[in-house]
């Protein structure tokens, strides 16, 4: 039998003599959601009506999260400000502030929600895994249905995730006109830009006209991997005048690092707490990494780069010695990697990592490429567990820029599908765990990063009896470079650059760095002709 609905003088007449605060909340929590869903789209699961800009309580009473300060003013600041950009260093709980407001928008009241980041990857593994995450954890049930990157209640009321590759993406979203999926009237509209100094100006420009009109928000969030003077938008809207709220977290005063200020925020955040970020790690980093460089800034401090300042090292002396101390525990099994030179001055260098750790170097020259292919089959008989158990060829990792495809086509012809590796190509994302926002130029400028990051985790090493892998390590230098669409992009110099410098090409590192590439494994390997 159905309950008889009750009818609002019984409710006021039952609340008539409790505390008036607690009564009268109680009471506004029933008659709101009767009262809404006459106008809202019918959804599926409950609605939590009542806390429509009460981020902060919606956050404790319905996802059963307790806030930072850093976090419960970021929650806040978007519907008192409706433009809000948040500045911050890693490991801030950035990405669990924002999940929770695109929770909270979601499950309050008719929105349309559009989360962007630089790539897929991005979007699937960050931002999106955590929505996933505290929709499944949630301490009340949240309405509607949550994908790996959507999340629909009702027609017209969705959530989406996608990478900022073509600004025809965002071209036409505004809550007063329905975008290429349903939209109802009077929904929200949230926009949110992660990692954007990755994110292409046009992206943003195409975003403009949707914020002229209705019920529209935009978050914009990243570690400022720019100059703050940089053209690109992020470092604009930092600016006065720009119209956004900005926030700024860190995982320190950057004066204790000897660092300027250089943030402009209506909020700042430093020091947080131990449990999300220690000193003891920012300190980790700012002696590998340098307190002046952009990474430390950026992923520490949580502050633009300094003007000039982004050719730095790939690899420190400091930074080798910390990988020794570390002592790798990685388990990478058997690699061989393989710098090819046909004739002349280089050498052909290949070398042994065994679960990350330089362990043997065989080096030659004035070989034709058909007895460069033979030498390899060779070491990787050698250098295998035992005579039984070579290394397998998805194992073994080939320079085929150039001369080096020739010593691949004849591996395959032998029967080894081994690993060729192009240089020049786009990055392949074999390691995506290790690049947070960065992105890479192309591939060589990939592996130079993989192991730099490698080396700084302590999944790799270089003993000293490698000396001139070591010495070699240290030549190549990196910048952070604002170019297109491609966002902060990371690049090396160019090797001619290196030799120039230092006489000779860099051969034993590059052998070193192609140990860290995964890009094989395509075909089985069978008998060695």
């Known amino acids: 039998m159905t309950p008889k609905s009750r009818d609002m003088g019984e409710m006021i007449e039952e609340a008539d003599g409790q505390d008036p605060f607690n009564a009268y909340r109680d009471l506004i929590r029933e008659v709101m959601p009767k009262a809404t869903a006459q106008l809202w789209p019918s959804t599926d699961g409950p609605n939590h009506s009542y806390y429509k800009e009460r981020p902060v309580l919606f956050g404790q009473e319905v996802l059963g999260h307790q806030y930072i300060d850093s976090q419960k003013a970021t929650v806040k600041a978007l519907h008192r400000h409706r433009k809000v950009q948040l500045i911050g260093a890693r490991k801030n709980g950035k990405t669990f502030a924002i999940s929770d407001i695109v929770c909270e928008f979601m499950s309050t009241a008719p929105t349309v929600v559009i989360s962007t980041a630089p790539t897929g990857r991005q ?20 309405p509607g249905k ?57 992206i943003y420009d195409a975003m403009q006209g949707s914020f002229a009109s209705g019920d529209a928000y935009i978050l914009i969030a990243a ?55 220690t ?33 730095l090292l790939v690899v420190s002396q400091a930074m080798l010695d910390a990988a020794e101390r570390l002592n790798a525990q ?25 679960d990350g ?54 591996l395959e012809q032998m029967g080894m599908w081994c690993d060729p590796v192009d240089f ?33 985790e302590g999944n790799g090493h270089i003993p000293d009896g490698f000396e001139q892998c070591r010495r070699q390590a240290t030549w190549a230098r990196y910048e952070m470079k604002q170019e297109g669409k491609t966002g902060s992009t990371l690049k090396i110099e160019p090797k001619e650059k290196i030799r120039a410098r230092h006489g ?21 390997t069978v008998g060695v002709m």
């Open 279 to 311: 000193r003891s790690w920012i300190d980790e980093k700012a002696k590998e990494w340098g307190v002046e460089s952009p990474l430390f800034r950026a992923h520490c401090l949580g502050i633009f780069s300094k003007p000039g300042s982004r050719q």
């Open 357 to 410: 750790v330089m362990a043997a170097r065989h080096a030659w020259s004035k070989t034709k490429l058909m007895q460069t292919a033979e030498i390899i089959v060779s070491l990787s008989a050698e250098w295998g567990e035992d005579k039984t158990s070579p290394v397998p060829a998805c194992n073994i990792h080939i320079d085929a820029t150039g001369l080096g495809s020739g010593v691949t086509d004849r």
């Open 223 to 277: 570690n400022p991997l720019i100059e703050q003077h940089d053209p690109h938008f992020f470092a604009k809207i930092n600016q006065d005048g720009s119209g956004f709220y900005r926030i700024h977290t860190s995982g320190a005063d950057p004066a204790d690092y000897g660092q300027s200020h250089d943030v402009l925020a209506d909020e700042c955040f430093h020091e947080q707490p131990e449990w999300l970020v």
């Open 146 to 202: 949550c994908g790996v990157v959507s999340w629909r209640v009702a027609p017209g009321w969705s959530a989406i995730g996608f990478a900022t590759d073509d600004p025809d993406n965002v071209l036409g979203f505004h809550a007063d006109a329905a975008p290429p999926w349903e939209q109802a009237d009077g929904a929200r509209l949230l926009f949110v830009l992660d990692d954007a100094v990755g994110i292409d100006q046009s």
């Open 123 to 142: 979007v699937r593994e960050r931002l999106w895994s955590e929505i996933r995450k505290t929709v499944g954890a949630a301490k009340k049930k949240l």
């Open 504 to 524: 000779r090409s860099p051969d034993d590192w590059d052998a070193y760095m192609l140990t860290w590439s995964r890009g094989g494994g395509l075909a089985p």
């Open 330 to 354: 990685s388990e990478q099994g058997r690699h061989i990697g393989v710098d090819v030179a046909r004739m002349g001055s280089d050498e052909v260098i290949a070398v042994l990592t065994i």
């Open 424 to 456: 020049g190509a786009g990055a392949e994302d074999d390691w995506p765990e290790l690049f947070g926002e960065v992105h890479a130029q192309n591939r060589r400028a990939e592996l130079h990063w993989i192991a730099r990051r490698h080396l700084e």
